[in-house]
Structures are given as structure tokens and as C-alpha cells.
């Protein structure tokens, strides 16, 4: 995550120190973040890490004190080993990453692409996370594919497996899909090291960043994600526990960069 701090710190350099924080919502699906200029961004919300065993709701130790603060101090977020706070700071760099497309139009050239393009009949696909919806479609055009996935997932569809057996999964598949709440839980960079020869891996999802050079400095070939474009109405979704779709339909539109 530190090349996307740094590229954030590049692109927007001394204009960073006048870019505040406006609101935080830390809902149970997504969470978000306003920054001055009323841009906004969003990140999956993952409250404490699988690995926990406290039965107790995980804590946000900056609670009611992030408001007003500078940008800069809150995307540093993105390192901490406090999930929460991490979701914090990947909302926070989606917010400022809006703000450097917006201002610079000519540098960051949005595709029409959607990840099924990038897919051909008999590919094989490793996907990290479950992205039910997709999944239909994808077997319209491969039935090879496997999903990497923590969570108990029953689809006799596909083949899903452990995340022990990713490294295998990835570097024997020929388009690499994985999911951009990684960013948040810090394994993206030790997902994307694993996928061998693949001809396309894509970062998906609305947690991603809509900064896509670092990623392709990663072996990415494709950023695809969620833009918002009413900040006010996405802080409402978020507190309501809205999901994607609720996102989609009420305050944003999917973008997508394609190496």
C-alpha cells in the first residue's frame, strides 16, 4: 500500500496539506469517507481480522476524533494492522484518487471494458473471493473456473478452495481475478506474486483504488471498480448497511482501467 501513498502524495503534492477529512461512516458493509471538495470514497468493511478471538464488536480507537483532520495523517490508515482503521484509510486514498482523475483528465483515460472481455473460452480463472453474481457469466464463456475464498462458500458450480491452496490456483491460471478488499486486509501484494504467466489479473471490487499505474507496477493488467458521485447520498447508503448494488443505483457508477 505504500506505492499508492506515495503516488497519492505525487500527484497531488503541495495540495494535499489544504484536503481535509469531512465525515467518516463506518458501516457494516462498506464504509466511507468525504474529503474537501465533497469527493468521496468507499471500502469493503471488514471488522476484525479471521484470526480474532474476541467475541467482543472491534473498535475504532480514533472514533469521533478523524473529522477535520488532515488527509494525509488519515490515508496513512491504510497501513494499520486495525482493520477498521485500514478501511478508513483505502476509503480515504478512493476520495483523493477521484480527485486526481478529476483534475487531471487527459492522464486518466477510463475503458469500456468489463472483466468478462477479458476472458476467453477455455481460460482458466482463480478467483480470490466469491463474486456471486459473476459467476454465471464467467461459465458462460470458461467452466474453468476456482474460487479462493475464507468464508464457507457451498456452490456446486465451481470449485472452491482454501486460501493455503492459492498459490497453486494462481500461478496455473490464464486470467487472475482478485478481489480489491484485499487492499484492505494487506495480502493483495502476496496474491498478485503468485500468478505466474497469467495473460490478465484484475483487481475488482469498490474498494479499489481508482489509481491504476501502481497496480500495474505489481503485474496487475486491470483496475476495476466503483467511482462515487454523490458523496452525501454514499454516506446514507453506508450508514443504512447498503451494498454494492445499493451503490450502483443511488450514488455511483463502475470505472474501469485497462493496462
Keep these: 500500500m505504500k506505492m499508492l501513498l506515495d503516488q497519492i502524495r505525487q500527484e497531488l503534492d503541495g495540495a494535499l496539506d489544504d484536503i481535509y477529512v469531512e465525515d467518516v461512516r463506518v458501516g457494516v458493509v462498506y464504509s466511507g ?5 465533497g469527493y468521496g470514497g468507499i471500502a469493503a468493511t471488514q471488522p476484525q ?6 467475541a467482543h464488536c472491534s473498535t475504532l480507537p480514533k472514533a469521533g476524533d478523524m473529522t477535520g483532520k488532515p488527509a494525509s495523517e488519515i490515508m496513512e490508515m491504510v497501513l494499520s494492522d486495525n482493520t477498521l482503521k485500514a478501511v478508513v484509510g483505502v476509503a480515504t486514498l478512493n476520495a483523493l484518487a477521484t480527485m486526481i482523475c478529476d483534475r487531471n483528465p487527459e492522464k486518466y483515460t477510463f475503458s469500456d471494458a468489463d472483466v468478462l472481455d477479458l476472458i476467453k473460452p477455455g481460460d482458466r480463472v482463480g478467483m480470490v473471493g466469491h463474486f456471486s453474481p459473476m459467476i454465471p457469466r464467467i461459465l458462460k464463456i470458461t467452466d474453468q473456473l476456482t474460487v479462493i475464498e475464507k468464508k464457507d462458500i457451498f456452490d456446486d458450480r465451481i470449485n472452491v478452495v482454501r486460501e493455503h491452496e492459492a498459490a497453486e490456483v494462481l500461478s496455473g491460471s490464464d486470467v487472475v481475478i482478485i478481489t480489491a478488499s484485499t487492499l484492505v486486509n494487506g495480502t493483495t501484494e502476496e496474491l498478485i506474486s503468485m500468478k505466474g504467466n497469467a495473460r490478465e489479473a ?8 481508482m489509481m491504476p499505474q501502481p497496480f500495474y507496477d505489481k503485474g496487475f493488467t486491470a483496475v476495476m471498480g466503483t467511482r462515487i458521485n454523490d458523496t ?9 448497511a447498503g451494498g454494492t448494488k445499493h451503490l450502483l443505483k443511488k450514488c455511483g457508477e463502475k470505472f474501469s482501467f485497462v493496462k
Design 33 to 37: 469517507v468525504k474529503i474537501t471538495g
Design 49 to 54: 481480522s479471521p484470526q480474532s478471538n474476541s
Design 202 to 209: 484484475v483487481l475488482l471490487g469498490p474498494s479499489a483504488v
Design 232 to 240: 452525501d447520498t454514499m454516506l446514507k447508503v453506508v450508514s443504512e
